[in-house]
């Protein structure tokens, strides 16, 4: 009996620091996969990460008796989070307008922007956007002079996978100034991925 309480004792002392071998090298292992999934996460959420980037914008056309109108408007973004973008982009219109038969007036109107839009619930957005706008101002039949006016925008509307369809309000509008709409209002229709 003796003999045996010896063995059982050793084996308990042999087979202790085994065990526990295993065991650190098993804790060594899940604290470096830690380590590695912090590091990773760290790597995709500090500096720039281009798969954050978003792409889109408008572009518009319209062809009557009385003009012409093509609008361009390329955007791009970045997610700073995951449910909000910000993002700039150029604008730009040609407008060109029968006044009489013999009489055909064409303009240019362009300028940055710079927006943010924010997804409150799913497939719904809230928008803002700031255009500095640089149009031609026809003082009479030949004489003309370039002027900037400010357009903000804020509203909203859906978008889903992609497409966007926004509500904007013109908090700068005044009839005085207005380029090319006669309301506050602007509907419109565009994409971004």
Request: glycine share 8%; charged share 15%; proline share 4%.
């Amino acid at each position: 009996m003796k003999k045996v309480s010896i063995i059982l004792i050793t084996l308990c002392f042999v087979s202790s620091p085994v065990w526990s071998q295993r065991k650190i090298q098993q804790l060594d292992e899940e604290e470096a996969q830690k380590q590695e999934q912090l590091k990773a996460y760290e790597r995709k959420s500090s500096g720039f990460d281009i798969d954050k980037m978003v792409y889109g914008g408008n572009v518009g056309l319209s062809l009557s008796s009385f003009g012409t109108f093509v609008l361009a408007q390329p955007m791009v973004g970045y997610r700073v989070f995951p449910h909000t973008i910000l993002g700039t982009g150029f604008i730009y219109i040609y407008q060109s307008r029968n006044l009489t038969p013999n009489l055909k007036i064409n303009t240019n109107t362009y300028g940055p922007l710079i927006f943010a839009q924010q997804e409150i619930l799913s497939k719904f957005i809230a928008h803002a956007e700031w255009q500095p706008i640089n149009y031609e101002y026809i003082r009479s039949i030949n004489i003309s002079e370039r002027k900037w006016i400010n357009q903000f925008f804020i509203g909203g509307g859906f978008g889903n996978n992609g497409a966007q369809i926004l509500l904007l309000y013109d908090l700068a509008y005044s009839s005085n100034s207005a380029i090319y709409r006669n309301s506050p209002y602007l509907l419109r229709i565009g994409f971004m991925f």
